[in-house]
């Protein structure tokens, strides 16, 4: 039986495909919780098979796929819906990130018309990424595989609808309801909840944690970039975007020691910077960025934040 595997991200995809788990792994670079969200006729656009409507990187959902990962089941111009009829069984395996949350409902409320796709369709959710860990590793798991059914994909459709919404109260809304069917959606929304202003500072957790880490290392840009590992919300780029408006406003949260100036090129990011430690500004400074409207923040004596 020919088999395929769906991953929610392309490193994991990169792991199971040399793990040898399927004829076949992909995954999908598509990337929610940052940003202005793809039409979703740009998402269908980009499962077709190739044509010159694909001109421009990244425009086909194979774009960035190895040649000859698809050999004896097509080339990497097939459509998305052509290749999985090709397959007895595919599973979606799900890393337990938010992004990787959203490419799930997504692709389940995608798939929901489709019952010959469906009807052979289970997942398989992880408990860590899955790119952590070695190939050889991955190949010896025996995690729990789960059979798709019409409630994973009405939930999944809700879900959807909720993040594609203009202002979060219906994502909120899911938090009432039964999301076991989904396990970790419920921790993924949260966690993308504590993204959004905080009442008193106007930074999401992220911003927080990033200007926490100066104040604690005063270290270089890309270590100040980790502090978003550890949330496991933003890829590199989004969260270098963060620190560069946080840097980047009327009053900015932190300097540049010793570098030279910082470019505005969203081209030259995330080496955007001199090469100089980042540092908070004074105490008392503004840390709203100019292009928001909010009360007046300021540092406080003992490192934290207040309201003037």
């Not at 400074?285 to 007046?296: E, F, Q, Y």
Request: proline share 6%.
């Amino acid at each position: 039986m020919s088999h395929l595997i769906l991953a929610t991200n392309d490193l994991a995809a990169n792991t199971l495909r040399q793990s040898g788990a399927a004829n076949i792994a992909l995954g999908f670079y598509l990337r929610f919780v940052s940003g202005k969200l793809p039409s979703e006729e740009q998402l269908l656009m980009g499962l077709e098979r190739r044509s010159a409507k694909h001109c421009n990187p990244g425009d086909h959902w194979l774009d960035d796929v190895c040649r000859g990962s698809l050999d004896g089941f097509g080339t990497r111009d097939i459509g998305f819906f052509e290749l999985c009829a090709k397959f007895d069984s595919i599973e979606v395996w799900v890393d337990p990130l938010p992004n990787d949350q959203l490419v799930l409902v997504w692709l389940l409320d995608l798939l929901r018309p489709y019952k010959e796709i469906t009807t052979k369709l289970s997942l398989v959710h992880t408990d860590d990424a899955v790119w952590k860990y070695h190939p050889d590793a991955a190949a010896k798991w025996k995690l729990p595989v789960f059979k798709v059914t019409d409630s994973h994909l009405t939930m999944a459709g809700h879900a959807w609808r909720a993040w594609r919404a203009p202002a979060p109260e219906p994502c909120f809304d899911l938090l009432t309801k039964d999301l076991t069917m989904l396990p970790r959606l419920r921790s993924g929304l949260i966690t993308m909840f504590e993204e959004l202003p905080d009442v008193k500072t106007g930074l999401g957790e992220n911003e927080m944690g990033m200007l926490g880490w100066i104040e604690d290392e005063g270290t270089e840009p890309q270590e100040v970039l980790r502090a978003a590992e550890f949330r496991g919300v933003y890829d590199e780029r989004e969260a270098d975007v963060l620190l560069y408006s946080l840097g980047h406003c009327e009053a900015p949260a932190f300097v540049e020691l010793g570098g030279g100036a910082l470019h505005a090129d969203e081209e030259r990011r995330p080496d955007q910077y001199g090469g100089g430690r980042l540092a908070l500004t004074e105490l008392d400074a503004p840390l709203w960025p100019a292009k928001m409207t909010s009360p007046g923040i300021t540092r406080s004596i003992a490192g934290g934040v207040g309201l003037n």
